[in-house]
């Protein structure tokens, strides 16, 4: 079997379209074998996945990924596993072993950031250029730079692009962002800066009870490691890795939740647009 990751400097690249490189993976009986780098030569989901099946890629892994893209990668017969982040090779490792990673493996996007844009029964959920409910506006299906500051509403600042000395960015109406934050964007002018408040069904949804579970420490290989609050890869029924977090321990049962930790929440954003160009 060959994977095929979405790469830059060793880690998950988060954009599909517009990543430079991929690493490739050679596997046999569970294990890598080989890898290789190569450079995407192409633009576009269309020419990136007629390059995968060239190099006859049985799966991908990626962080954030349209619709677009998915029907391409289907129609090539490539399998997808979309929302991973952080080291590559552990993501790769996460994926054939279906067991624990190290826990230092986790969720590490920008909250402003959706990196799945479709449920496993293939709905769109984050407003997703060219699916109903799609944000409307001058600059959807553009490139552009924004600055932010997201805040709960008690006034807790939880991520700030002007902190990081660097803007956010992202195509417009693509699906990397939440809906809410898309829909903001779409039609602000260059310089402009807008407050939105957003409920928990225009960022992350509400927390889904059935996303929490509770399993015997015995039947989880490296749960015994764990604790409360930390992150781990555990694999779904499909074979995807799942980011999830240790809620409850103890001697024998450990609960996990498969949730965003954004789930529920209402968010506020100041957004600022930085800059627009064609895509």
Known sequence: MKIAVTYENGQVFQHFGHTEQFKIYETRDSRVVSSEIIDSNGSGHGALATL???HQIDVLICGGIGGGAQAALA???IQLCSGA???ADEAVAAYLRGELVSAGVNCDHHHGEDHDCHSEEGGCHSGCHGCPGSPRGRNVGKRVKTHYRGTFNDGTVFDSSYDRGQPLEFICGAGMMIPGYDAAVADM??????QVHLMPSEAYGESDPNAIFTVAIADVPGSEELSVGEQCYLQSDNGRPVVVTVTAKDDTMITFDANHEMAGKELNFTIELVEVADN
Request: proline share 0%.
């Open 52 to 54: 995968l099946a060239g």
């Open 75 to 77: 129609d090539a017969g």
């Open 85 to 87: 982040s952080g080291s």
């Open 189 to 194: 002018e260059v310089g402009q800066t807008v």
